[in-house]
């Protein structure tokens, strides 16, 4: 069954700390794997792409791995603002399909 | 910048009443999308388009119907409202292409349904 697992849920961190997401996926066949940041009631904006060749890509300070052996992603946040609370989706696109994670929850204290 | 508009932040609704959810995209996108978003669930896909008047359903297309006149809008229909219809719905469009799903999906603020 093509699912994709985010942990974890929820995620309290302080102003200025790193954080990193996690995303597993059984998607297959795999084309490319996105995060997405969602404010809270706004719709879901992309950070980043990977394809299957790609290990790692970097967006400011988000950076998104990919393992696709394991199939498993992470979205590594540095130094992170109050602006970085919100929800991250991972969505892997698979054949002719999406799939999205349920998303972690990320709140930035100051 | 590509922009996607819906036409309601929030809107409130009876049950049994006839509902549309308007979305327009300037960005010339082939594909457009309907998705309902709750909580614990992610995003589910109600119904897409990959051009004018062609439409094909989604994962949840039960209850809903849609409308594409135009390339730019494409209207989502909650023939008779009910409860467990409450819920935010997501527009999205993209590029089209060889796949509808590979291209960068550019998504619309959504809309927050309450159905009483």
């Known amino acids: 069954k093509n699912q994709v697992e985010q942990s974890p849920q929820s995620l309290i961190i302080l102003e200025g700390k790193n954080c990193t997401l996690q995303c597993n996926y059984t998607v297959s066949p795999f084309s490319n794997l996105r995060w997405y940041k969602q404010d809270t009631g706004r719709g879901p904006v992309s950070l980043t792409i990977?394809?299957?060749?790609?290990n790692t890509k970097s967006n400011g300070r988000y950076t998104a791995t990919l393992d696709a052996d394991t199939k498993q992603s992470s979205l590594h946040i540095t130094a992170s603002q109050l602006s970085d609370s919100a929800s991250y989706i991972c969505?892997?696109?698979?054949?002719?399909?999406?799939?999205f994670g349920t998303g972690t929850r990320l709140l930035v204290s100051p | 910048d590509v922009k996607v508009t819906q036409s309601s932040r929030y809107l409130v609704k009876r049950t049994g009443e006839k509902v549309f959810l308007e979305c327009v995209q300037d960005?010339?996108?082939?594909?457009m999308f309907w998705y309902r978003q709750d909580p614990g669930l992610g995003l589910r896909l109600i119904y897409f388009s990959y051009d004018v008047k062609m439409k094909e359903k989604g994962d949840i297309p039960e209850g809903y119907s849609v409308s594409r006149e135009k390339k730019e809008r494409f209207s989502l229909i909650l023939e008779s409202a009910s409860t467990n219809q409450t819920s935010m719905y997501l527009c999205?469009?993209?590029?089209?292409?060889?796949?509808?799903?590979?291209?960068?999906?550019?998504f619309g603020p959504g809309t927050r349904l309450t159905v009483l």
């Open positions: 969505v892997v696109t698979g054949f002719q399909k999406l799939v």
């Open positions: 999205a469009s993209s590029f089209g292409g060889l796949s509808l799903f590979n291209n960068e999906q550019f």
């Open positions: 960005m010339d996108h082939e594909n």
């Open positions: 990977m394809t299957f060749s790609e």
